[in-house]
């Protein structure tokens, strides 16, 4: 502001030097044509906005006159305006060096509000006078109602309505006691149908593929249930919950077999594959990585290549989930620093026939 001030004044100094030596009469003919340019540039351009260098400019020059001059000056501003400019400068320069201190209570750490969000996340039934307390046996001094200000800034709404649980949320607490399993269908070079039955294990993500078939009735399904109580117990799995669709070849008999094992049986909604996530995501795997790439003969052959994928899903494939660990194979521990490998040589095993790839360092 100040710059545009000391630029304006000097402009302002040339143009008198200009003006003094001019005649009344050259003054006189000016100042009309001056007026008429200005008439015109208010009719092409709307309002104008001023800075603060401007209006103390035109505040300091033009409040001196009197009314009457100013009226006929045709100014860009009303006579009123000016006036105001002239009486806001003492004003302004007292609320720059006299500027009033924050009021109120001082603002809330982000880390506090971190803090209140996270628990508000983790602990759905808890209102904000619950999560008051929680901070309070933390050692945080934080009054409640600073509590319910952060969750409603952020559109968290009271514990009540709060409390359902989404599906999602019910997936995520109960990962380690879950199952699930499902049929689908695959198609040989004869075009014969062949539905293969698998199942999947939410916290390792380990999958078992124990049969297909060619005609999968209920009797069937019943002794593949059988298989899977036993290899369950053999491993000491503690899975409470199977999830499975509402497939008409999941009888009650089946239910009533693996009520009997301890696992409670939870069905899909009709239409709604969302509630058996992991298990149609491991389906599109499967057939995007082997079956899409795979002439499958016969029978024979498809079990084979499903035996192999099983091992290369469970023992090999890496999983975000398990950070990039496959289910059955940690991540070793880094053994050298990447930027000093020079050479490094990789063995390669196929399964089967080509279609999946497992590299090896060679020792």
Same mark, same amino acid.
């Given at each position: 502001m100040l710059r545009r001030m000391a630029y304006l004044a000097a402009s302002n100094a040339f143009a008198l030097q200009r003006v003094l030596p001019m005649s009344d009469r050259d003054q006189d003919i000016e100042i009309p044509a001056l007026r008429h340019q200005l008439l015109v540039l208010q009719r092409q351009v709307g309002k104008p906005t001023f800075t603060n260098a401007d209006r103390a400019v035109l505040a300091g020059l033009l409040h001196r006159l009197p009314m009457k001059k100013l009226r006929q000056? $045709?100014? $860009?501003? !009303?006579?009123d305006t000016i006036l105001r400019w002239h009486r806001d400068l003492p004003r302004r320069r007292h609320a720059a060096t006299c500027a009033p201190k924050r009021r109120g209570r001082p603002a809330t750490v982000r880390s506090i509000r971190t803090l209140v969000l996270r628990l508000a996340s983790e602990n759905a039934?808890?209102? &904000?006078?619950?999560?008051h307390g929680e901070l309070a046996a933390l050692d945080i001094k934080i009054a409640a109602s600073t509590v319910w200000e952060i969750l409603n800034e952020h559109g968290i709404p009271p514990a009540p309505e709060r409390q359902s649980t989404t599906w999602a949320d019910f997936l995520r607490s109960e990962t380690a006691a879950l199952l699930a399993c499902d049929l689908f269908e695959t198609r040989t070079l004869t075009g014969t149908r062949r539905y293969v039955f698998a199942v999947n294990e939410h916290a390792t993500r380990h999958i078992r593929i124990p049969a297909a078939t060619t005609y999968p009735t209920a009797d069937w399904i019943v002794q593949l249930g059988r298989n899977i109580v036993t290899d369950l117990k053999d491993v000491g799995s503690s899975a409470m919950f199977l999830i499975q669709d509402r497939d008409s070849k999941f009888t009650a008999t089946f239910d009533a077999l693996l009520t009997d094992a301890g696992l409670t049986v939870i069905t899909t909604g009709i239409q709604i594959p969302r509630m058996n996530s992991i298990m149609e995501r491991w389906i599109l795997t499967c057939r995007t990585e082997l079956l899409d790439r795979t002439l499958i003969?016969?029978? !024979? &052959?498809?079990? &084979?290549a499903l035996r192999e994928f099983e091992t290369f899903y469970t023992c090999h494939r890496p999983h975000r989930t398990l950070?990039?660990?496959?289910? $059955? !194979?940690?991540?070793?521990?880094?053994?050298?620093v990447p930027a000093q490998i020079r050479h490094l040589e990789l063995r390669r095993?196929? !399964?089967?026939?080509?279609?999946? &790839?497992?590299h090896q360092r060679a020792t």
């Open positions: 000056l $045709l100014p $860009l501003v !009303r006579p039934p808890q209102g &904000h006078r619950r999560i003969w016969n029978q !024979r &052959h498809l079990l &084979h950070g990039q660990a496959a289910p $059955l !194979r940690p991540v070793p521990e880094p053994t050298s095993r196929d !399964r089967p026939g080509g279609a999946l &790839h497992e």
